[in-house]
């Protein structure tokens, strides 16, 4: 397993944009497919974006596609989120995780081995 720490969170307007970082520990960080979920009060988790251990395949769930953007820098063993054009319904915890295997994309949480604590991400209207 790796550990995983994200960061960026943090309060924006509608409209507006932020970029998560997730940085992993361990020197295997490029055998790993690495993913985004949320979730917010009151409901269940759910699979933003993916991303293969390679980049070279992604995948985004239906509600962010054409908004956000997943990508990773394994030189930095770190994987980005790029979220723009945001929305009050986008306001959720953001964590990452990390599958390991050279797979592609993968969606199905359960399929994630580590996970790491979330950061806020808050939409204002």
């Known amino acids: 397993q790796v550990q995983l720490v994200e960061s960026g969170g943090g309060l924006v307007q509608a409209g507006g944009s932020l970029r998560l970082s997730c940085v992993a520990s361990?020197?295997?960080?490029?055998?790993?497919?690495m993913g985004w979920f949320r979730q917010a009060p009151g409901k269940e988790r759910e699979f933003v974006a993916s991303i293969s251990w390679s980049g070279a395949s992604t995948s985004y769930g239906d509600s962010v596609k054409g908004r956000f953007i997943i990508s990773r820098d394994n030189a930095k063993n770190t994987v980005y989120l790029q979220m723009n054009s945001l929305k009050p319904e986008d306001t959720a915890n953001y964590y990452c995780?990390?599958?390991?295997?050279?797979?592609?994309?993968?969606?199905?949480?359960?399929?994630?081995?580590?996970w790491g604590q979330g950061t806020q991400v808050t939409v204002s209207s």
């Open positions: 995780a990390a599958r390991a295997g050279r797979v592609v994309a993968p969606t199905t949480m359960t399929t994630f081995d580590s």
């Open positions: 361990g020197r295997t960080f490029s055998s790993y497919a």
